[in-house]
């Protein structure tokens, strides 16, 4: 692949070091995903330059016209601090027409609505779980589909922001107090969703109209404390000690008959292009004992860094993490062109 220039925009307090020496554990994984990446795109050869957004787009436009990259590296999740915001950045760059990694802000608007993306799948036959959305100030007036266990979360929020053990519910009492939980510390209207016992299987999908389905992965949780839930917690996703001291694990999902992972994958595919994504995403399931996965959430942009879930899935099928890294960026340059031809077929 041609040498490219890269502006790798991503949130200034997770600017990667130059080198990991002299850096404690606990600092490395905080910047682990924006090192891995603009360390990859470096040894890839391309020109790399890290710019920290956060509160200004100035900077951005500043960089496109001096420095003109080739394109950007987008690894912003947030903007003043808000992750319903990384959209309209993402919107800022389409109109500066430079080519960007990752998603478009359409597929970007319609994933993140935990409650829009599954009406819009369940119109497509999906199984979805059943929910209400709760409003912040408001109290729930339980919807007779919605049947005990419960989960309570954030209709917007992601990366398990508030979900633990106690977010899942048996009595109204509970109900309401999470409810309650979800809009005084999170500050955003409570998904009330029905909880789906199973397993947890995640799907990565790369592509922009042809699609490249990563094989299906499985959480695994290993030695849970008696009586606790197979759930993603804050815990269960980002604390490493944790995950060591209970056997939780992530890898291609065991004892899955092959029908049922190319249904699985089938389904990831259909749910991508309903929800108009493109880039890289990654699609999570709760698959029943009797085989029905049910859609949990999509997640485009999700985490790329070396050894995570859509990493290690990519490996697996033998894409190294630096071709996956230079796939995304020509998957950025391949959409650009797309759009420019049609742009030229308006005008002609
Ligand atoms: N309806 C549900 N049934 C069972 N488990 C769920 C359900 N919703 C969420 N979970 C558990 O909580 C985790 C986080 O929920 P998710 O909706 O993916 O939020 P986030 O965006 O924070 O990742 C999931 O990975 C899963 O383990
Ligand atoms: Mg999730």
Same mark, same amino acid.
């Given at each position: ?210 699609? #490249?389905?990563? /094989? ?5 949780? @290993?030695? +849970?404390?008696?009586? &606790?839930?197979?759930?993603?917690? %804050?815990?269960? #996703?980002?604390? /490493? ?5 209970? @056997?939780? +694990?992530?890898?291609? &999902?065991?004892?899955?008959?092959? %029908? ?89």
């Amino acid at each position: 692949m041609k040498h490219l220039r890269v502006l790798v925009l991503l949130d200034p307090e997770l600017m990667p070091p130059p080198v990991l020496k002299g850096h404690s554990p606990e600092d490395r994984f905080t910047w682990k995903t924006e090192y891995d990446v603009v360390s990859t795109l470096k040894r890839n050869g391309h020109v790399v330059k890290p710019l920290g957004v956060q509160s200004e787009l100035k900077p951005i436009r500043d960089e496109i016209e001096s420095w003109r990259p080739d394109v950007v590296f987008n690894l912003l999740e947030k903007f003043h601090g808000k992750t319903m915001y990384d959209q309209n950045v993402v919107s800022y760059l389409e109109l500066l027409r430079i080519p960007y990694t990752g998603c478009n802000p359409r597929g970007l608007i319609l994933a993140r609505g935990k409650d829009l993306s599954k009406k819009l799948l369940a119109y497509h036959r999906i199984p979805v779980p059943a929910f209400q959305v709760v409003p912040v100030g408001r109290k729930i007036r339980r919807s007779a589909k919605l049947k005990f266990p419960l989960i309570v979360k954030s209709l917007s929020e992601d990366a398990s922001l508030g979900i633990a053990q106690a977010s899942v519910v048996d009595n109204d009492e509970k109900l309401d107090e999470r409810i309650k939980f979800v809009h005084e510390w999170i500050h955003t209207p409570a998904l009330v969703e029905q909880f789906i016992e199973g397993r947890e299987i995640y799907v990565g999908i790369l592509g922009n109209d042809r699609l #490249k389905v990563l /094989p299906v992965w499985e959480l695994e949780f @290993g030695k +849970m404390p008696k009586g &606790a839930l197979h759930i993603a917690t %804050e815990k269960v #996703k980002h604390d /490493p000690e944790y995950q060591e001291r209970r @056997g939780i +694990m992530q890898g291609p &999902a065991k004892n899955m008959p092959p %029908e049922l992972a190319t249904r699985i994958q089938r389904m990831a595919k259909r749910i991508y292009r309903t929800l108009q994504l493109d880039g890289y995403a990654r699609i999570d399931f709760r698959l029943t004992d009797e085989g029905v996965p049910y859609f949990l959430e999509a997640n485009p942009n999700p985490e790329i860094a070396r050894g995570e879930e859509f990493a290690e899935a990519a490996l697996h099928t033998g894409l190294s993490y630096r071709k996956l890294i230079n796939r995304l960026l020509l998957l950025a340059i391949d959409r650009a062109g797309k759009a420019h031809d049609d742009e030229e077929d308006v005008e002609a």
